[in-house]
């Protein structure tokens, strides 16, 4: 993914950044690396070019111009700005990009956005902060050289006229994101959307700051193992990179803003102040709050209030899982016990559909009392039916494997066998 970064510098030596794109530099110090003569050290590989001016020269030509309108002589003016786009490292290894060709790219994105500035156009190809990435510096002359056709991104009359000042506003660097988005999707190299806000939010100067911390911490652990001891603590980790962990760790967990903001304060001492709906977290070793909006939309109250509502809907419906799975054991093991298990063989026993007839209860029949011959004739007629009735149970497969003494127990309870006189 291509990225851009604006840098305005107020320095009158435009010779400087001459150097810096022709000269080895320190990262972390911004200061030049220099050989065991005191001398500068060429960088290994670069393409440099000038638009509106020579690129070795580029310097002397800014002087010229700001003396012709006398602009950009007190120390407060802003004398150049400086553009850097950053490509991604698998645009080299997948789609084949080239210094040459991100060459080419920078020099249609400057002469586009930048018309009528002097401009250098410089691509690296040895990595940007050990990143291993090729990227395009572009640095204009603050001072217009040129009128120029009046285009749609200039919000200003004199924006297009020789002798006016670059002008850098919101718009216009969402004009320039989206200018850079249009151009690397056209030559299908990766690209995220620049002007959606990010996750999280990580300033060049928090960025800088994470690097001299781990130089700092590095070093003093590699003394600690020097005298034989152990460090505590091998990562640095700035105030906002632990105000995002302990966010993080905290809205995993909570449920409410009350219960995420107890456990910010009894977990991690971080106080959590919400102004016009806002929140803001302050360090504990801070004495100004820090809004969600510079730690990234994932630390803002929208993202964070949904967050608390998802969890507590998987929270009740954990719970309503839970409190199904003990009935249904409940339910499993009550279905399981022996007085159950007989109750079910013999309603699986009784609800077979078939010509069998129930046989009729001579002690509950008024009339088998009274009458002798009557009762015989019952009796017969039951053995008949109980004949009949274990042939049927014979010929089913589906009370195969039912054990008889529960079978004829079954058929004990609802064919009541005549008692023996």
Not at 76 to 93: G, W
Not at 135 to 153: A, G, M, T, W
Not at 197 to 210: F, L, Q, S
Not at 271 to 281: D, I, P, Q, T
């Amino acid at each position: 993914m291509a990225i851009l970064k604006h840098i305005a510098s107020k320095n009158a030596d435009y010779g400087e950044a001459q150097r810096y794109l022709l000269f080895q530099y320190d990262e972390s110090t911004n200061k030049p690396i220099l050989d065991e003569n005191g001398e500068l050290i060429p960088r290994k590989e670069y393409i440099m070019d000038g638009i509106n001016c020579d690129p070795f020269t580029f310097d002397m030509e800014c002087r010229e111009l700001n003396a012709l309108y006398h602009k950009n002589e007190s120390y407060d003016e802003i004398k150049s700005h400086h553009y850097i786009i950053s490509f991604d490292p698998k645009d080299a290894i997948e789609n084949g990009l080239t210094g040459e060709w991100a060459q080419q790219i920078g020099m249609e994105y400057a002469k586009k956005n930048f018309p009528g500035h002097q401009a250098l156009v410089c691509t690296h190809m040895d990595g940007h902060n050990e990143s291993g990435n090729i990227h395009v510096h572009i640095v204009i002359n603050s001072l217009r050289k040129y009128d120029v056709e009046r285009q749609d991104f200039m919000e200003r009359a004199c924006d297009s006229r020789a002798g006016y000042k670059h002008h850098v506003s919101k718009d216009y660097l969402i004009h320039l994101k989206q200018s850079l988005m249009d151009i690397c999707r056209r030559e299908h190299l990766h690209q995220v959307d620049l002007l959606a806000p990010a996750e999280k939010k990580i300033t060049d100067r928090e960025y800088h700051a994470k690097r001299r911390g781990q130089k700092k911490l590095d070093e003093r652990n590699r003394q600690l193992r020097a005298d034989g001891l152990t460090p505590r603590k091998t990562e640095f980790q700035t105030q906002k990179e632990f105000l995002r962990s302990a966010i993080e760790d905290a809205a995993a967990v909570s449920c409410s803003q009350e219960d995420f903001q107890n456990l910010l304060l009894e977990k991690y001492n971080v106080k959590l102040k919400v102004s016009r709906g806002r929140f803001s977290y302050l360090h504990p070793e801070r004495n100004k709050y820090i809004t969600g909006r510079m730690l990234g939309t994932h630390y803002v109250e929208d993202y964070l209030l949904e967050l608390f509502k998802e969890n507590a809907e998987h929270k009740e419906n954990k719970k309503k899982t839970v409190d199904m799975g003990k009935y249904n054991m409940e339910s499993k093991k009550s279905a399981t016990s022996p007085s159950n298990l007989l109750q079910e063989e013999t309603v699986s026993v009784l609800f077979i559909k078939s010509d069998l007839r129930l046989v009729v209860d001579l002690q509950a029949c008024v009339k088998a009392q009274q009458n002798a011959a009557y009762a015989n004739k019952v009796k017969l007629s039951n053995l008949k039916e109980m004949a009949k009735t274990v042939a049927y149970i014979k010929s089913m497969d589906i009370i195969q494997g039912i054990p008889w003494k529960i079978l004829f127990q079954g058929l004990r309870a609802m064919l009541p066998f005549p008692e023996k006189n």
